[in-house]
T-cell receptor, first 112, second 110 residues
Framework: SQTIHQWPATLVQPVGSPLSLECTVEGTSNPNLYWYRQAAGRGLQLLFYSVGIGQISSEVPQNLSASRPQDRQFILSSKKLLLSDSGFYLC???????????FGPGTRLTVL | RKEVEQDPGPFNVPEGATVAFNCTYSNSASQSFFWYRQDCRKEPKLLMS???SGNEDGRFTAQLNRASQYISLLIRDSKLSDSATYLCVVNKGTGNQFYFGTGTSLTVIP
């Protein structure tokens, strides 16, 4: 069966510090991978998606970036965090573009 | 107009009640439709896909109306454990993006 891991679960970072969130998927090959952010009381906002190694599409301009160094690894990064980067970050995977997505447990980021 | 719109609720219903949620979408090219549930401070979890002919999974029934561009979720015999936020999800029609509704909050009361 497929599983998706995210870490850390919770993170508190000062403004201006760097960020690295990692997501890995097990039990499947060549998945589509996604990063979402959910601000408090709001819907999910797609940040990045990837259909293969090294292929990243960005949905919104921001100070975040994503990378996919391996088939089942997706990393979300920032060089300098802003207060507005606080939120619940969710990684998800799907088999193909139109298929249902499965989410990891998420990382709750607070920027102070 | 938002790509996906849901009534945020909250819906407060007694145990055993039947409750229905609707969700409208704006992109007529959308091809995939889902309902997810999200518990407080947890990740969304797939509840069910929505097929053109309608589909049922136990107490849950999902329907799609392409002409009017809405999907619905019916929950029969509500349980306390059904309390959650229900998210309507629609694919963009092209590419890999999905639109997520902001969710409908359901509380089932003893």
């Amino acid at each position: 069966s497929q599983t998706i891991h995210q870490w850390p679960a919770t993170l508190v970072q000062p403004v201006g510090s760097p960020l690295s969130l990692e997501c890995t998927v097990e039990g499947t090959s060549n998945p589509n991978l996604y990063w979402y952010r959910q601000a408090a009381g709001r819907g999910l906002q797609l940040l990045f998606y990837s259909v293969g190694i090294g292929q990243i599409s960005s949905e919104v301009p921001q100070n975040l970036s994503a990378s996919r160094p391996q088939d089942r690894q997706f990393i979300l990064s920032s060089k300098k965090l802003l207060l507005s980067d606080s939120g619940f970050y969710l990684c998800a995977w799907s088999v193909q573009s139109y298929n249902e997505q499965f989410f990891g447990p998420g990382t709750r980021l607070t920027v102070l | 107009r938002k790509e996906v719109e849901q009534d945020p609720g909250p819906f407060n219903v007694p145990e055993g009640a039947t409750v229905a949620f609707n969700c409208t979408y704006s992109n007529s090219a959308s091809q995939s439709f889902f309902w997810y549930r999200q518990d407080c401070r947890k990740e969304p979890k797939l509840l069910m896909s929505v097929y053109s002919s309608g589909n049922e999974d136990g107490r849950f029934t999902a329907q799609l109306n392409r002409a009017s561009q809405y999907i619905s979720l019916l929950i029969r015999d509500s349980k306390l454990s059904d309390s959650a936020t229900y998210l309507c999800v629609v694919n963009k029609g092209t590419g890999n993006q999905f639109y997520f509704g902001t969710g409908t909050s359901l509380t089932v009361i003893p």
